[in-house]
């Protein structure tokens, strides 16, 4: 079973990258680019690699005039590798490797065309390249002499964060962590330690996008996640890396799910999620209801789900809303928008930025914005749909239409 889910979890990656590849060629003409990366081979001694031993990587874009002292670090996601197996296989792959990785796009948050990403456009914005499966938590010393594979995500976390500070995040005026999926498990594990670097920046904050992987204990498929960290937490020996808020109340294994210890990170946390969330719909909870074939209609057209399948998405919501209101404080250190559209990860793409669906009448770029910024509060669950929502359209229409609603000629939303 688990070797047969981590396929479905590989294909569901690749399936990503090739919607992906769609989006860039609208947003190409428009400002967005590829960043070329910056490897850090002096970190290699010091033992901060991939899981194949290469270096620590990163691409940045400088920032330009109001922006050159401000900061905004996102982090790749990629999912986990669960045994020596699993990491070992991970290694030949660029989710394993810096030497495999190919520039990234910078879009969304990291987009530098000020229409469509105002509040961060010319700020130095910093990739992570994701390559160490374990949210850059681990630090083994030992390498492992069957693999050959290194478990030094904290390292990795570390080096790349003393290479920006030397140059130049050390006088940040404003930072802001953030990742999606993995790496936005990651931004929250790490936010407290990232504010710790700046503590003469007047603003720092964290932003978690499409990483609060649910419990679910009354969810189908409970033990399969359960069973899943459990092995994460053991093949990374994090059991003494997590946060001791949590470990000392409970099993170690329990606390990569988020809702166990959000509520004790001391720097102040935006969290971004889908509602009818894509990728733990499809990976954590439907291979226990009947599995990927039974489902396949329904997951690539939604009109298509049958009254049960509804029902079971409907259900994850639910749960999945009421768990996120129960550990989000009502304060204005907290950010929260939930919206109904199926998709998983948001900000580092136009659609998922500047052009996503609005909650509230805010986009994500704008309630983000607003929350960074002190501008005002912002905490909204969208209840207009119950259902989940296919919120995607055309790539070849997507920043037109876009820029359009920018300029304020229609009130544009990507619901149907």
């Known amino acids: 079973m688990g070797k047969h889910i981590q396929t479905m979890v590989d294909q569901w990656l ?154 130049g995040m050390k006088n940040a005026d404003n930072a802001l962590l953030t990742g999606g999926s993995a790496g936005g498990l990651a931004t929250t594990l790490n936010c407290d330690k990232f504010r710790g670097l700046l503590p003469n920046a007047g603003r720092v904050k964290c932003v978690a996008d499409s990483g609060t992987f649910l419990h679910g204990e009354n969810l189908p498929g409970v033990k399969y996640r359960e069973d899943y960290f459990a092995h994460v937490v053991q093949t990374h020996q994090l059991a003494q890396r997590l946060p001791t808020t949590c470990t000392s109340k409970m099993d170690p294994a329990l606390c990569l799910f988020p809702e166990n210890f959000i509520r004790d990170i001391q720097t102040p946390l935006f969290v971004l999620e889908a509602g009818f969330e894509k990728f733990q719909i499809e990976n954590n909870m439907i291979p226990m209801i009947g599995g990927t074939q039974q489902w396949n209609r329904c997951i690539t057209n939604l009109t298509l789900c049958n009254s049960t399948q509804l029902h079971y998405m409907k259900e994850f919501r639910d749960v ?84 359009e609603s920018l300029k304020g000629k229609l009130n544009y939303s990507l619901h149907p």
């Open 14 to 167: 690749i399936k990503l990258l090739m919607c992906s590849v769609f989006i860039l060629n609208a947003q190409l003409a428009h400002g967005a680019k590829f960043v070329n990366l910056t490897f850090l081979e002096w970190a290699v001694p010091k033992g901060a690699v991939c899981l194949d031993g290469s270096p620590p990587a990163y691409a940045l874009d400088e920032g330009i005039g109001e922006g050159a002292n401000n900061w905004v670090i996102f982090i790749e996601g990629g999912g986990w590798c669960s045994s020596k197996a699993d990491c070992f296989n991970r290694s030949k792959i660029p989710v394993g490797s810096s030497l495999l990785k190919s520039r990234p796009f910078f879009s969304g948050i990291m987009d530098n065309n000020q229409t469509f990403n105002p509040d961060f456009y010319n700020w130095n914005r910093v990739f992570v390249m994701y390559c160490d499966g374990g949210s850059f938590m681990a630090d083994i010393e030992e390498v492992d002499p069957e693999t050959n594979v290194t478990y030094r995500g904290a390292r990795i976390f570390d080096a790349i964060m003393d290479d920006l500070l030397a140059k």
């Open 320 to 403: 999945f809303v009421e768990t996120l209101l129960n550990v989000i404080d009502k304060s204005a250190c907290r950010g929260l928008f939930v919206h109904s559209c199926y998709r998983h990860g948001h900000i580092a793409s136009r659609d998922g930025w500047a052009c996503s669906t609005k909650v509230a009448d805010k986009t994500i770029a704008k309630a983000i914005g607003d929350w960074y910024f002190d501008r005002s509060y912002f905490q909204e669950i969208d209840h207009q749909y119950n259902l989940p929502q296919n919120c995607t359209i055309p790539a070849d229409e997507l920043t037109k239409k876009c820029m």
